[in-house]
């Protein structure tokens, strides 16, 4: 039995006229993130710790925000082609865990419907997933308002 784990982080900021999507749901809130893509900056965390665990890069090198294909992808379809890679490798994932980093809006009643969707993406029990959210006490970029990160740690397994 082989055992990883990776990290992930990413940011976006935050403007108006876009729609705000964090691992997976559409929260109503007066701004959304910038991106090539839908910029569900939790999923990309998210991604970037699958792919680093696995030792196959970052969602970069996997969908090139150059790429026109990947202009208003959906995160959600992104992370199901990951799981794919990874299981194409014989990995499967084992737990995820993700902090969303934001000052508003308050995440806390959108957290199952996010573990839901994210264990449904991943193919494990919600058990095996946990998202989180803290602001940063009104400090810096997130604090401020300006951008959302997030970060992610995974565990994968190989049987
Ligand atoms: N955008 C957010 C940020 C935080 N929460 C919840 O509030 C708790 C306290 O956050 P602190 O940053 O003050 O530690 C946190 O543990 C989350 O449960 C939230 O729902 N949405
Ligand atoms: C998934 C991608 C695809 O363009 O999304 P972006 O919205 O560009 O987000 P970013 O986190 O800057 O880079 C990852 C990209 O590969």
Redesign the pocket.
């Known amino acids: 039995m082989q055992f990883r784990v990776g990290t992930g982080f990413?940011?976006?900021a935050l403007v108006e006229n876009r729609s705000l999507i964090l691992a997976g749901v559409q929260i109503p809130y007066e701004k959304g993130l910038l991106?090539?893509?839908?910029?569900d900056?939790a999923l990309?965390a998210l991604?970037d710790a699958l792919l680093g665990a696995a030792g196959m890069g970052d969602?970069?090198k996997?969908?090139?925000?150059t790429?026109a294909r990947?202009?208003g992808?959906d995160?959600r379809c992104?992370l199901r082609f990951v799981v794919e890679l990874l299981q194409k490798e014989g990995w499967q994932v084992n737990n995820v865990d993700v902090t969303i980093i934001a000052q508003r809006p308050k995440l806390a009643p959108f957290i199952a419907t996010m573990r839901e969707r994210v264990a449904g993406d991943l193919g494990v029990g919600e058990d095996a997933v946990n998202i989180k959210a803290t602001t940063t006490e009104k400090l810096g970029f997130t604090g401020r308002g300006e951008g959302i990160a997030a970060e992610a740690v995974a565990s994968i397994i190989k049987a």
């Open positions: 990413d940011v976006h991106g090539h893509s839908d910029a900056v990309h991604m969602i970069g996997h969908f090139p925000d790429d990947f202009e992808a995160s992104l």
